[in-house]
């Protein structure tokens, strides 16, 4: 896990549908707290790497120490090859053969980073992009070559399978990408978040349905650290250690929703509160999101993986003392994956 600030770790965000201020959801999760989970072991190998993807995949992959699997509709798993080179994996959703690796410097400091690499036969073998930065990969549809990244200049573009790269937002100096999501339905439409030195930070959306000439939005929502959105054509989610931002006007309001979330969050915003006295930075952070049925429904947080109840409460579904930065569903929607410190944890329904 790569972290840019002392007192913050990546967010990512997942829930099911909630009550926010004053405002009452419709919750459908089917989730409950009674549900079991296990470190994930393939053929006496643990899997410590978990690939993301975009919304709506229907296989996934893991990496051991030294092999990578992938499982499809059926649930086996199945070992397609060594494991990949150091850094972020990504596969198309799509077209699920494809698959990238790498990771971006660190911004502030520099040095570190993974180069790219590219697989296009079910991580069976790899190739280097020797003229991309160091990059760490965000979505894959390489159906139209287009790739999303993040790198130290912002967030970035490929129009030609990771080749070469063009810079779509570009940061201030010392800003670094924290929130990548694809929304759902949105045609090629992305929100995007940068997060200062200071701890601040902005998300954006950007729209790639014409990936030669993509267009920015103005700022949607300030927020504080790191975080985790996901989205539809009807709402827009932002996970933070405030909690989570629910917006069902295209980004113009948002109200927050915290119940169950309070041993994870902090009360006040700090964008507009500074953060509390007493603030331990490895208690708080809700940094991975996966929704269900266009709801949030599932979040990993600082301590834990937390559930969306059908009363718009969350309930923590596992707490086995480590920080849940990335999810995705197994094959199916049956049971969930989560990446843990160093460790990939995987929940079943009971």
């Given at each position: 896990?790569?972290?840019?600030?002392?007192?913050?770790?990546?967010?990512?965000?997942?829930?099911?549908?909630?009550?926010?201020?004053?405002?009452?959801?419709?919750?459908?999760?089917?989730?409950?707290?009674?549900?079991?989970?296990?470190?994930?072991?393939?053929?006496?190998?643990?899997?410590?790497?978990?690939?993301?993807?975009?919304?709506?995949?229907?296989?996934?992959?893991?990496?051991?120490?030294?092999?990578?699997?992938?499982?499809?509709?059926?649930?086996?798993?199945?070992?397609?090859?060594?494991?990949?080179?150091?850094?972020?994996?990504?596969?198309?959703?799509?077209?699920?053969?494809?698959?990238?690796?790498?990771?971006?410097?660190?911004?502030?400091?520099?040095?570190?980073?993974?180069?790219?690499?590219?697989?296009?036969?079910?991580?069976?073998?790899?190739?280097?992009?020797?003229?991309?930065?160091?990059?760490?990969?965000?979505?894959?549809?390489?159906?139209?070559?287009?790739?999303?990244?993040?790198?130290?200049?912002?967030f970035e573009i490929s129009l030609d399978m990771g080749a070469t790269w063009n810079?779509?937002?570009?940061?201030?100096?010392?800003?670094?990408?924290?929130?990548?999501?694809?929304?759902?339905?949105?045609?090629?439409?992305?929100?995007?978040?940068?997060?200062?030195?200071?701890?601040?930070?902005?998300?954006?959306?950007?729209?790639?349905?014409?990936?030669?000439?993509?267009?920015?939005?103005?700022?949607?929502?300030?927020?504080?650290?790191?975080?985790?959105?996901?989205?539809?054509?009807?709402?827009?989610?932002?996970?933070?250690?405030?909690?989570?931002?629910?917006?069902?006007?295209?980004?113009?309001?948002?109200?927050?929703?915290?119940?169950?979330?309070?041993?994870?969050?902090?009360?006040?915003?700090?964008?507009?509160?500074?953060?509390?006295?007493?603030?331990?930075?490895?208690?708080?952070?809700?940094?991975?999101?996966?929704?269900?049925?266009?709801?949030?429904?599932?979040?990993?947080?600082?301590?834990?993986?937390?559930?969306?109840?059908?009363?718009?409460?969350?309930?923590?579904?596992?707490?086995?003392?480590?920080?849940?930065?990335?999810?995705?569903?197994?094959?199916?929607?049956?049971?969930?994956?989560?990446?843990?410190?160093?460790?990939?944890?995987?929940?079943?329904?009971?």
């Amino acid at each position: 896990m790569q972290t840019i600030f002392s007192i913050l770790l990546v967010i990512f965000l997942s829930l099911f549908l909630f009550v926010s201020t004053g405002v009452v959801e419709e919750v459908q999760s089917g989730w409950s707290p009674a549900m079991t989970g296990e470190t994930l072991i393939i053929d006496g190998e643990d899997a410590l790497r978990l690939a993301t993807t975009t919304p709506g995949a229907s296989d996934a992959y893991v990496a051991s120490a030294s092999s990578l699997f992938h499982t499809s509709g059926d649930g086996a798993w199945e070992r397609v090859g060594a494991a990949p080179p150091p850094g972020e994996i990504v596969f198309d959703a799509q077209n699920p053969a494809v698959l990238m690796v790498g990771d971006e410097e660190m911004c502030a400091r520099g040095g570190g980073g993974a180069p790219l690499h590219i697989s296009t036969d079910g991580g069976a073998t790899w190739s280097s992009a020797p003229d991309a930065p160091r990059v760490k990969p965000l979505a894959i549809s390489s159906d139209t070559g287009l790739v999303g990244g993040a790198t130290c200049r912002g967030f970035e573009i490929s129009l030609d399978m990771g080749a070469t790269w063009n810079v779509v937002a570009e940061s201030q100096l010392g800003m670094q990408v924290t929130v990548f999501s694809v929304i759902e339905g949105g045609n090629h439409q992305v929100l995007v978040g940068f997060t200062g030195e200071g701890g601040t930070g902005q998300l954006y959306k950007v729209d790639l349905s014409d990936p030669a000439n993509p267009v920015l939005s103005d700022s949607l929502l300030m927020y504080y650290g790191l975080g985790a959105a996901a989205g539809t054509t009807d709402t827009l989610y932002l996970a933070t250690i405030a909690g989570l931002a629910v917006s069902h006007d295209g980004g113009q309001t948002w109200d927050v929703q915290r119940d169950g979330l309070e041993t994870v969050t902090v009360a006040e915003d700090p964008v507009t509160h500074g953060l509390p006295i007493d603030f331990e930075p490895d208690t708080y952070g809700l940094y991975a999101l996966l929704l269900k049925d266009g709801g949030a429904a599932v979040l990993g947080t600082e301590n834990g993986v937390f559930v969306a109840q059908d009363d718009g409460t969350w309930t923590p579904l596992i707490q086995p003392g480590s920080a849940f930065t990335s999810l995705q569903y197994l094959p199916g929607n049956q049971a969930v994956l989560a990446q843990g410190d160093d460790f990939v944890w995987v929940v079943y329904p009971a």
